[in-house]
């Protein structure tokens, strides 16, 4: 495990931004594995500007989300999908065909997740899998629990995550209590890893995943047993590590 420390949220985007570009340099065709929240906002956004300096071609890269909420539509402004397509794809040459979310408005969520890691494996697989952690340790939205989870299945959102994602719905009650996500055993079969943090609200959590004991209950701490993994933080999130 790599971390790269920087001082601030804008130099923590710019660190996984570079990383970012340099797969696509490097493998036009990358399959990235992408994730949401407020944390990679900033970094799509500097993509974009590489796009638009035709820095960066996305024409043959596939993308493949993290997860999704279950029960609301792709045009609603809260999806995960709608918050893609409006931070990234859109301002890109990526092909439409080649983005992939779990689609949460079908309720079979075994047809979901199946079909899912399907597309995945037909992809060949992750190249980079971007991803941020939340407060209780949570990457994607595999909740703290008894046991890993290996591939892509329905959850029932932790109140913790529920709360911390009312920032972005009118009420608490708005959120969706259910959301389909990729699994561990997903996220651990990416080639690559990027963990992006930032602030010293993650602080505690961050020292807990990297420090403390592998265990489901902070799923975060699984990383640890991943060959290829950089943690790329500001000095807020990673200040609680030993030096
Ligand atoms: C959300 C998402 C995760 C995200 C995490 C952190 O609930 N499901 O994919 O990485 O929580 O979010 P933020 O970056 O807003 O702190």
Redesign the pocket.
Known sequence: MRFIKTDDYEGMSKAAAAIVTEQIKTKPSSVLGL??????VRMYELLIKAYEKGELDFSQISTVN??EYKGITRDNEQSYFYYMNERLWKHTNIDPKRTHVPDGMVADAEAVCLAYEQTISDLGGIDLQI????HNG????NEPGDVFEDRSFCVELSQA?IN??QRFFATADDVPKEAYTVGIGTIMSAAKIVVMISGEDKAAIVKEAFTGPVTPKVPASILRFHRDVTVIGDAAALGLLPE
């Open positions: 994730a949401t929240g407020g944390t990679p993290l997860d991803l941020g952690i939340g949570h990457i994607g939205f995550t911390a994602n």
